[in-house]
């Protein structure tokens, strides 16, 4: 079947990708790789991928591009979910032929609630669904393909068994041919990462269990289950030969320092390549192994500090002490590696006093930037159950975690801390940190290294005080 798969118009600037840890609009206009959906394209062949969000595209000029296929697969999310129905919806009318479907966390976790709610959608995948969605492509009766929930012709939802996990990680294909095909890489743009950049998945699954993070319990499962060292630099080898342009290769596992002889090997070949890279990593990766990826073109590091109190940390099972971040801090510090920090405001055990207290600590073990992110207990976690269990969240209710333009909404409340108070200590965080003397020195210096990122750090500068102002103004 003529196969599209499709990242669905949504709100302007709104980043529904799987590189994307939540699905909003951001302070600063973002785009991650929509990597979940280049998978499966990459086993599709003549399929195409379209990312209508990052391109721009207006819901008419997509329904116009969607028309020409047999089977269109959106990736969905819990904020977009309502858009995408929508959508599919326009696209059944103007096409009723077409078959439709829908991957993605959202998805995954109520596949009947999902089909109920989206009348024009044929199937949802569940669990990992590369194989899946190659499978319904090549055009096999949706009754034989595991790993999916679908509508027969009267109308009764089905359930078929599970998919198998993917254990063989260098079966899948490259995505890097699908991102140069398929995408223009000038439309994604992350604030910390050189531009243009690509990013790439080594593996899939996280050991760790915070209670927040939505994909590992989804989708992706809490194996870590890894690419060889050598199928990993044989994709950045394609991309330094057919992707010149590209400044920066962003590995985008959870945590790509887990397996740490894994990740010093892929380092090692990163650096007889001459390749400029970062990747997420925990804030627990000892002196001896941030030294050799280091010293092998690491440039950055992405850390989820979440926050500077030891007692939320243990409440949402981060495995993880403030006193280890701080070293942590401090090797990254002396090797000169550059660290963007994320923190969440709102978890579990949250109070006036501890959001004080991640301001104090951010100050103190001074990521290069921070992102700061509400709590947002995604259906499918840990976090969404707590919620509902001690009526954080009104029970039984869609919870918005976004806003009518995209932007994130504190949904839970405390009887000791409103979501008012947890969506306000967003500016709060950001003023106390960017607003110093030292902090603004930094990012001057940084400018006046060279003009391009004079340009990009003033246009970065106007978004962030627009958000500002208009978080300031805005009411959870």
């Known amino acids: 079947m003529k196969t599209l798969f499709l990242q669905a118009p949504s709100f302007e600037g709104f980043d529904g990708g799987a590189g994307s840890r939540y699905q909003a609009k951001r302070e600063i206009r973002s785009f991650w790789y929509p990597t ?174 915070c209670t927040f993070c939505l994909w590992p319990q ?43 002889p894994r990740a010093e090997e892929i380092a090692r ?55 280890i971040a701080r070293r942590f801090a401090a090797d990254c510090r002396a090797l000169g590696i550059t660290v963007h920090g994320t923190f969440i405001l709102g978890l579990p055990g949250e109070t006036r006093e501890t959001i004080a207290k991640s301001i104090a600590f951010a100050k103190e073990i001074n990521p290069h930037t921070i992102q700061v992110s509400l709590a947002a207990p995604y259906p499918g976690t840990r976090l969404y159950e707590q919620a509902l269990e001690n009526d954080w969240i009104p029970d039984h209710k869609t919870i918005p975690l976004v806003d009518g333009s995209g932007v994130q909404l504190a949904a839970l409340s405390y009887p000791h801390l409103s979501s008012d108070e947890i969506y306000h200590g967003v500016e709060q965080f950001y003023r106390s940190f960017y607003f110093r003397p030292s902090k603004i020195w930094e990012i001057v210096s940084e400018m006046l290294q060279s003009w391009d990122m004079t340009r990009r750090r003033l246009r970065e500068g106007v978004e962030f005080f627009h958000f500002l102002r208009a978080h300031g103004a805005s009411h959870s």
């Open 36 to 209: 979940w959906l280049a998978q499966p394209a990459a086993l599709v062949p003549g399929s195409r991928l379209l990312d209508a969000p990052a391109d721009g595209l207006t819901v008419a000029r997509t329904l116009d591009i969607a028309r020409d296929y047999d089977l269109v697969i959106i990736h969905t999310s819990t904020p977009s979910f309502p858009g995408d129905v929508r959508f599919a919806g326009m696209l059944r009318e103007t096409h009723p032929a077409i078959r439709i479907g829908m991957v993605g966390a959202r998805v995954a976790v109520d596949p009947g609630g999902a089909l109920r709610a989206g009348i024009p959608v044929d199937f949802v995948a569940r669990e990992e669904f590369d194989y899946t969605c190659r499978d319904v492509a090549a055009g096999r009766p949706l009754a034989d393909i595991d790993g999916i929930s679908w509508r027969d012709a009267g109308g009764a939802i089905r359930h078929n068994p599970s998919r198998a996990i993917i254990e063989d990680m260098d079966a899948l294909p490259f995505v890097a041919p699908v991102y140069r095909r398929d995408l223009n890489i000038r439309n994604y743009f992350i604030g910390y990462l050189n531009y243009p950049y690509v990013s790439l998945y080594t593996g899939r699954g996280c050991r760790s269990r």
């Open 218 to 260: 989804t989708v992706g499962g809490h194996r870590y289950r890894t690419r060889s060292a050598e199928n990993v630099l044989a994709e950045v080898r394609w991309i330094r030969a057919n992707m010149p342009e590209v400044k920066e290769i962003m590995f985008d596992d959870d945590t790509f320092t887990d397996f740490r």
């Open 269 to 323: 070949g990163l650096g007889k390549l001459g390749v400029t890279w970062s990747c997420n990593a925990k804030a627990n990766v000892p002196y001896s192994t941030l030294k050799i990826m280091k010293e092998n073109g690491l440039r950055l590091l992405l850390v989820g500090y979440e926050s500077g109190d030891d007692q939320i940390l243990l409440n949402i099972k981060k495995g993880l002490r403030t006193d």
